[in-house]
């Protein structure tokens, strides 16, 4: 299994400011024939399902405020929130479709200084 | 556009197996270009991917829980359905219904509300 692992487990950050969560695959989750990489991230509040925010590590999904980025290649991943919102707050997964079976990181949950 | 609901009992008793279905509306199964999968979260805990199904039957198990799993998909009703053997405590969880466009590039996009089962006697 293609193991997947976040960084930090938490973290705290003022509104307005950046959140950086990072992610880390066991291997490389890039498909060289088309160049893409295939990891995801979510968004998860309480009580709700998981939301998809970022498709092909960099893709925005329709609807997702472009305050959300990400970015990285290969086996290391980046999601960025550029300026914290109260809705922000929620736990955010990494996960890996490039090969089977799919997989999540542990989770960041990220919370108001 | 496209929702999925699941439903089931929300208490099985150990041993016995648990099965869910998920409801498809404002879209087909069968129109090709997604599978369909199960994903579960135990209490407070990360997500668990369980399988998924194709519109025409072929299936993938996560290899923890293949000789447990089961899902088919009944076309015609437009949905599709999960069983797990021999539950136990450890099968305690919120479970989910995803379509899954794993082969688009597109990864899980749309998610079920979840439906949270109890293995307890």
């Known amino acids: 299994d293609i193991v997947m692992t976040q960084s930090p487990d938490s973290l705290a950050v003022s509104l307005g400011e950046r959140a950086t969560i990072n992610c880390r695959s066991s291997?490389?989750?890039?498909?060289?024939?088309?160049?893409?990489?295939?990891l995801a991230w979510y968004q998860q509040k309480p009580g709700q399902p998981p939301k998809l925010l970022i498709y092909?590590?960099?893709s925005r999904e329709s609807g997702v405020p472009d305050r959300f980025s990400g970015s990285g290649s290969g086996t290391d991943f980046t999601l960025t929130i550029s300026s914290l919102q109260a809705e922000d707050v929620a736990v955010y997964y990494c996960?890996?479709?490039?090969?089977?079976?799919?997989?999540f990181g542990q989770g960041t949950r990220v919370d108001f200084k | 556009q496209v929702q999925l609901q699941e439903s089931g009992p929300g208490l099985v008793k150990p041993s016995q197996t648990l099965s869910l279905t998920c409801n498809v509306s404002?879209?087909?199964?069968?129109?090709?270009?997604?599978?369909w999968s199960w994903i579960r979260q135990h209490p407070g805990k990360g997500l668990e991917w369980i399988g998924y199904i194709y519109h025409s039957g072929s299936t993938y198990y996560n290899p923890s829980l293949r000789s447990r799993v089961t899902m088919t998909v009944d076309t015609t009703e437009n949905q599709f359905s999960l069983k797990l053997t021999s539950a136990t405590a450890a099968d305690t969880a919120v479970y989910y219904c995803?379509?899954?466009?794993?082969?688009?590039?597109?990864?899980?996009?749309?998610w079920g509300q979840g439906t949270m089962v109890t293995v307890s006697s």
């Open positions: 996960q890996q479709y490039y090969r089977g079976p799919w997989t």
């Open positions: 291997q490389s989750v890039l498909y060289s024939s088309n160049n893409k990489n295939y």
């Open positions: 092909w590590a960099s």
């Open positions: 995803v379509r899954d466009g794993s082969a688009a590039g597109t990864a899980f996009d749309i």
């Open positions: 404002g879209g087909s199964i069968s129109s090709g270009g997604y599978y």
